[in-house]
């Protein structure tokens, strides 16, 4: 069976600070990976997708980067936070060209100082 | 721009009520619609996906419907159980070869022992 994970599930960072998150699946191969951002009092917002190793595609401007360096490896970047890149980070892969039924990882809680 | 309503925004019931949450998006022309579960500080959990070619779907106690050209969609739950208590979000991807979905900002659902 497929399991997606990320870490870490919690982080406080003050502002100006690099970012990484990692997020991996396992159990798939080529999948579509996403990555999302739900901020406080809003829904989630698509970041990041990749539909394959070092494809990405953005759909927010913004000082966040994404990397696919291996096939089930996909990593969210900053070089420098703000304090509104606070919120609840989540990854999503989907595997069915048909359907492209999303399914998501844990989360991880960005706190910015 | 797609945007996706979801009314209402709480919702407290009695256990063993049967209920209905809503959803609504403004462009029609979508691939599917999936409705997702997410327990507070949690990932979403995929409940039920359906094509646009379809009409509803059924797992369990939950039944969602579509219907398409009036842009909505609803998500039945039957018998409704204490464990039930989540937010659930509904998400329409669009049709073509996008692949972000939009999400609603979600109702909160609380079953009351």
């Known amino acids: 069976s497929q399991t997606i994970h990320q870490w870490p599930a919690t982080l406080v960072q003050p502002v100006g600070s690099p970012l990484s998150l990692e997020c991996t699946v396992e159990g798939t191969s080529n999948p579509n990976l996403y990555w999302y951002r739900q901020a406080a009092g809003r829904g989630l917002q698509l970041l990041f997708y990749s539909v394959g190793i070092g494809q990405i595609s953005s759909e927010v401007p913004q000082n966040l980067s994404a990397s696919r360096p291996q096939d089930r490896q996909f990593i969210l970047s900053s070089k420098k936070l703000l304090l509104s890149d606070s919120g609840f980070y989540l990854c999503a892969w989907s595997g069915d060209r048909m359907t492209d039924t999303q399914y998501f990882g844990p989360g991880t809680r960005l706190t910015v100082l | 721009k797609q945007e996706v309503t979801q009314i209402p925004a709480a919702l407290s019931v009695p256990e063993g009520e049967n209920l209905v949450l809503n959803c609504s998006f403004t462009d029609s022309a979508i691939y599917n619609l999936q409705w997702f579960r997410q327990d507070p500080g949690k990932g979403l959990t995929s409940l039920l996906l359906i094509q646009s070619s379809q009409r509803e779907q059924t797992s369990g106690r939950l039944n969602a419907s579509l219907d398409k050209s009036s842009g909505r969609s609803t998500l039945y739950i039957a018998a409704s159980q204490p464990g039930d208590s989540a937010t659930y979000l509904c998400?329409?991807?669009?049709?073509?070869?996008?692949?972000?979905?939009?999400f609603g900002s979600g109702t909160q659902l609380t079953v009351l022992p």
């Open positions: 998400a329409v991807r669009p049709g073509g070869s996008a692949r972000q979905l939009t």
